[in-house]
């Protein structure tokens, strides 16, 4: 395996606002960063289309491959099931994170990638500790890399990126049940 092969990590993003400052700092780290756009949880196809879209523009500017995993809503409704009336950042999100990590993690396999991580973490609404719990557990044998991405700014960062780039900004998180 070449070295660039070693460097290559496949970065789950769950929109463009959120990965434009976590690719660039993965290239900063040595990474060689491939956007997997991995998102069932999405309400609608529609609002998959328009956070695609943004996300196609953020691999544009990077110079990153994306892997675009079609969209089928009933893979998250399966993992909400029973859950639809737990609160934003409960069990039900927690079921959303393991199932986008796992799916991550298997298609960092098909690729023959041996690390992962998400964008997830950039938000100031979702909770680090718990996301690298999650990636953990779902990776298998491949290698979770936990990177805090909100630190020295890292929100502020993507955020004037996704600005600069006039790209979709979404106001919630995905799910319908996040509407709320």
């Given at each position: 395996m070449g070295q660039n092969e070693n460097n290559k990590i496949l970065i789950h993003a769950c929109c463009g606002i959120c990965s434009g400052y976590?690719?660039?700092l993965l290239r900063d780290?040595?990474?060689?960063?491939v956007v997997y756009f991995c998102n069932p949880n999405l309400d609608t196809e529609e609002e998959f289309q328009k956070r695609l879209e943004a996300q196609k523009i953020v691999c544009m500017y990077h110079w990153v491959d994306l892997n675009v995993e079609e969209y089928n809503h009933e893979d998250f409704l399966r993992a909400a099931k029973g859950l639809e009336s737990e609160p934003e950042r409960?069990?039900?999100?927690?079921e959303c994170i393991k199932l986008r990590l796992k799916m991550t993690a298997e298609k960092a396999k098909e690729l023959g990638i041996n690390k992962i991580t998400t964008s997830l973490v950039i938000s100031p609404h979702k909770n680090f500790e718990k996301i690298t719990k999650i990636g953990l557990e779902v990776s298998d044998d491949i290698e979770y890399i936990a990177i805090d991405f909100?630190?020295?700014d890292g929100f502020l960062k993507t955020n004037n990126l996704s600005k600069e780039l006039g790209i979709y900004r979404q106001n919630y998180c995905g799910c319908e049940f996040s509407k709320r």
């Open positions: 976590p690719i660039s780290m040595g990474y060689e960063p409960g069990k039900r999100c927690d909100k630190k020295k």
